[in-house]
Nanobody
Framework: VQLQASGGGLVQAGGSLRLSCVVS????????MAWFRQGPGNQRDIVGF???????YYADSVKGRFAISRDNAKNTVYLEMNSLKPEDTAVYYC??????????????????WGQGTQVTVSS
């Protein structure tokens, strides 16, 4: 299973950005897909996940501003980010867990990772 994230960039505070993650290998529609982020000097923390059957989780810091969606026909998961803040600046990673019933908010719960895409929010 391979993941390729894209869509990062520089945006002003209050702006929006959409990240994409294309997954190849296996049966994407059965995967739990997650987004994590790692800011400078910080650990890699979960942003949210979307399970194969539509269950979602969002970190409190992004709830109401970010949304995860998926297009199973395109093997792609998206992270829509609105009302961006400077503290959202980080490298964003997509991750996949291929065991259908497994969901996790921990890094260790995901077997496959994308390469990361930088999001910078200027004040």
């Amino acid at each position: 299973v391979q993941l390729q994230a894209s869509g990062g960039g520089l945006v002003q505070a209050g702006g929006s950005l959409r990240l994409s993650c294309v997954v190849s290998g296996g049966t994407f529609s059965t995967y739990t897909m997650a987004w994590f982020r790692q800011g400078p000097g910080n650990q890699r923390d979960i942003v949210g996940f979307l399970s194969w059957n539509g269950n979602t989780y969002y970190a409190d810091s992004v709830k109401g501003r970010f949304a995860i969606s998926r297009d199973n026909a395109k093997n792609t998961v998206y992270l829509e980010m609105n009302s961006l803040k400077p503290e959202d600046t980080a490298v964003y990673y997509c991750a996949a867990e291929t065991t259908p019933w497994r969901v996790s908010i921990m890094r260790e719960g995901y077997s496959y990772w994308g390469q990361g895409t930088q999001v910078t929010v200027s004040s």
